[in-house]
């Protein structure tokens, strides 16, 4: 592992790894507000991207035996560097039986302007997506996204990708909703048949 930058770091039993700090959101709630690392990690800032071997060599430098389970997570949204994401993931699941996960905002699709999903196919066994807010309204104010349309997108993007994974989930953080927009969420994840996932917000 490179000595200057935290690729990656453990959370309880999972290894996770940081492969931007680019995002196409800034949400309110976001872990990256109140420090540098999250966890208990060394900073997450990363003084410049990763290339694929140098998170490979991160990867791999860890006994995985002591892991139950690979997430790409922040420090960043991981689907902006999705090329490498896919391409690190899959020689990960090469060399181990690890479940992969992606944590992301579900602006895939968005952000590279075609439909993504199936690049996910045989590169994660789960996909979990920050759903946020049930409105797009809400969205808006607390995500402050660049591109318009970001929350249609994003469950579309949940749609989409229920198709070459095998299991999606949505997230959200309680603290950010009324008890009516969260029974709000559960219903969106019941009409799309995925779990969802409430969070409490990480101060
Ligand atoms: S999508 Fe994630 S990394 Fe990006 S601003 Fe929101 S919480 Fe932070």
New binding site residues.
Partial sequence: MKKDMTITYTVENALYVNVTNR?????D????KNGDGAYGSDSLWLVREPTEEEILDSVFSRDLSEFCEIVFC????PSIRLDTVISVAKKIKEKSDLPVRINT?GHSSLYHGYNTAPLYEGAFDCVSI?LNTPSPERYDEI?HPVKDGAHAAMLDFAMEVKKYVPTVMLSVVKDFLTADELAECHEIADSLGVYLKVRDYIS
């Fill in positions: 995002c196409t959101n800034a949400c709630f976001c872990i990256r922040g420090y960043g949204e905002n920050s995500c």
